[in-house]
Structure formats: C-alpha cells, structure tokens
C-alpha cells in the first residue's frame, strides 16, 4: 500500500512509477502534487482511496489498470490539466467530486461494467464534448453527476441498448 498521505503536497514531485507490488493507493497518497504530470496505475492496484491524486493541477495524462472497482470520492478531482479519460472496464462505481473541477477534461470513457456514476461527479467540467458509456445497462446517476458539462456534448451509448437509455 501506497500509505495516507504519503507524497502529500510533493510540489516538485514530477513523476513516479508505480510498481507492479501495489495494490491500493491511500486517500490523499498524492494529493496536491502540482507537478506531476502523468501516472500509470498498474493492474495490480485494486483500490484508489478518496482525493487520492486531487488537487495535481499538472497532472494531463492518467492510465489506469484493470485491476481497479471504483473511482473513489474526489480522486480526481481539480486536476485543471487532465484531458481525457479512459475508466477501464473493471469499474462498477465513479464517486461523488471524483472529476469534478476538471475543467479541461474533453473526453471521457467508462467501461462497461459501471452501475452508479455519484454525484458532482464531472460537475465543473465545461470542456467535455464526448462522453461514451459502454454499459448496456444504464447506470444510476444522480441529477448533479453532469452539472456544468455542456448540453451539446455527444454521449455516445452501445447501439443495443439506445432504446433502454432512453427511457
């Protein structure tokens, strides 16, 4: 385990390499590292604890391995230069604040195990224009989940299952 805190408000802290012998990640393990720029999580990770990497304003690319069932609260959240993101197909759960003040964050992907997206989850993030779900069963999200995200963002959704979106 990568522990509480661990690199908390590591400002010069650029990059790191995860290795393959973690297997959860600490709330606020990363918190406020404001120069770091990409991280990797392995596949061996099965746990990201809350606001674990919020506040990396620098941080523009994120990979995350298969390993991981939840975006925890806040996780990412104020990451002002993060993009885009891939949620691999292992997650069933986004949390509450998880993305929320991305506001550069264009494109996001979620996998097709995901049940409950939680809400303020992508709240703030104005620069999303594409939003694919590839759940065939839509997943619960609360009212708020997508406040701020622009009415003219395409969410694309697995052609088999438009219809039960829909309704």
Known sequence: TLSENIFYNCTSLTSIKIPESITEIAKHAFYGCSSLTSIEIPDSVTALAQYAFANCTSLSKVKLGNGIKSIASGLFSNCSSLISIEIPNSVTFIGFDAFAGCNKLCSVQIGKSIKTI???????????????INAIIP?????????????????????????TYQA
Do not use: E, H, L, M
């Open 139 to 163: 997943p619960i999200i609360d009212v708020t989940t997508f406040s701020d995200v622009s009415r003219t963002a395409q969410i694309k959704v697995p052609c088999n299952a438009v219809a």
């Open 118 to 132: 939680g809400g303020y989850a992508f709240y703030g993030c104005t620069a999303i224009n594409s939003i694919s």
